[in-house]
């Protein structure tokens, strides 16, 4: 069975290469495909943004090697019989057409081979899929809540609450020389090689979850929590946008995934896990100077009356903190 499709793949992957070079040489000769931005959109490019992730390589041969060489051979196919029968039975050309109608031979041929074509599909399409459902075991999960109009992350694995990723404005892309509806103001942080679980949920329409460089687009429902995962290559910053029309401000839903090495989302955890921490610090504080704990706060909280304590207690949080978990 292995062997076969490996057969097929190749005469596919050929009649590919051939269909390929007749379309494209010379209408996009300026373009060096191999020049395409990971991650992002490339202003001209016609290909499909280059994979960055286990599934989008699937995905990618599956259009390249399959979809894009029957698109062609039928194409080409339907074009010289068009040709043929301009050609060949024009008045001029053929001046007595023939009278007889039906042929049963031929309608058989154009109803079998159909049929086979939809079949040689399905068997690479249910493949595709299977490797979608076939998560590996995550190593965390991040729940993407969809919202009019911008996206929620949330990480229960590492206790942390839903982080607001939000649009920037044309200037403050600019400014930040990042791509304008694409880059947000936060970015869902990942490390680099593992699996992720994304779970996607929304919480007023219909939004979509998508990521070309990683092959994602799953829908965002309210009332249901959708899944897909993908395994990030590069470290890098990838980005995408809401893909389901999803009212007013649906372009301004930008997607933008950090991929970092797993040093740098330990440390970026360690220190979103702080306020958490931080937050528990008021009710810790009045202890705290009997524990002997971290002597910034001392001064702050054993002076203040009852009345001033919470103003105080943010600005010797972080000095606390530290020194929580030892006491
Ligand atoms: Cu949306």
């Avoid at 060949?88 to 007595?96: G, H, I, L, W």
């Avoid at 092959?215 to 990838?238: Q, S």
């Avoid at 301004?252 to 090495?261: H, K, L, S």
């Avoid at 524990?291 to 001392?298: D, H, K, Y």
């Amino acid at each position: 069975m292995k062997a076969q499709f490996s057969g097929i793949r190749r005469i596919l992957s050929g009649a590919s290469a051939l269909a390929a070079s007749l379309m494209f040489s010379g209408m996009f000769a300026g373009n060096a495909l191999a020049e395409d931005l990971l991650g992002q959109p490339t202003p001209g490019a016609i290909d499909l943004q280059p994979a960055a992730s286990e599934l989008k390589h699937h995905a990618i041969q599956f259009h390249n090697l399959v979809l894009m060489p029957i698109i062609t051979l039928i194409t080409l196919l339907v074009l010289g019989l068009l040709i043929w029968i301009v050609v060949r039975y024009n008045k001029k050309a053929n001046p007595v057409p023939a009278k007889f109608s039906h042929n049963t031979t031929i309608e058989i041929i154009w109803t079998l081979v159909p049929v086979l074509i939809l079949m040689v599909i399905a068997i690479f399409s249910f493949r595709l899929l299977f490797h979608y459902n076939d998560m590996p075991k995550p190593y965390m999960t991040v729940k993407a809540t969809g919202y009019q109009w911008y996206w929620g992350y949330e990480y229960p694995d590492q206790k942390i609450s839903e982080i607001v990723s939000l649009p920037l404005t044309k200037e403050q892309a600019d400014a930040k020389k990042v791509p304008y509806l694409l880059a947000a103001d936060k970015a869902m942080v990942v490390p680099v090689n593992q699996v992720v679980r994304v779970q996607v949920t929304g919480a007023d329409v219909i939004h979509a979850f998508a990521l070309p460089a990683f092959g994602l687009k799953i829908d965002a429902i309210p009332g249901r929590l959708n899944e897909t995962w993908f395994k990030a290559e590069k470290t890098g910053v990838y980005y995408g946008q809401c893909s389901e029309l999803c009212g007013v401000d649906h372009s301004n839903m930008p997607i933008e995934i950090q991929v970092v090495t797993q040093a740098q989302f330990d440390a970026w955890v360690k220190e979103k896990v702080a306020p958490p921490a931080a937050a528990s610090a008021p009710a810790a504080a009045p202890a705290a100077p009997a524990e002997g704990a971290a002597p910034a706060a001392a001064p702050a909280t054993s002076g203040a009356t009852p009345a001033t304590a919470p103003a105080a207690a943010p600005a010797s949080a972080p000095a606390a903190a530290p020194a929580a978990p030892a006491a």
